[in-house]
């Protein structure tokens, strides 16, 4: 799996995945390859949202620490 992707990379690739999958325009050889990208797509959005809230919440918490009571 590319690891180099954007989130929003992932991401529309996933809802193409999906679309493709709702209009039936993939053949059933095909489905199988396209549901295990979707599942390697959510892992890789996932991760990127968990790094991304775990970063956020020591910002918030370094600027709370900086922050001296009146």
């Known amino acids: ?3 180099n992707l954007t989130y929003e990379q992932a991401y529309k690739e996933l809802v193409e995945i999906a679309r ?3 209009q039936e325009s ?3 050889d095909v489905l ?3 549901v295990k990208r979707a599942s390697e797509l959510i892992t890789l959005c ?3 949202l968990r790094s991304t809230e775990t970063e956020v919440n020591k910002i918030i918490a370094q600027m709370e620490g ?3 009571p009146p």
Do not use: G
């Open 20 to 22: 493709e999958i709702e």
């Open 1 to 3: 799996m590319e690891t």
């Open 32 to 34: 199988a390859q396209k």
């Open 66 to 68: 900086n922050v001296t």
């Open 46 to 48: 996932q991760e990127k």
């Open 26 to 28: 993939i053949s059933v």
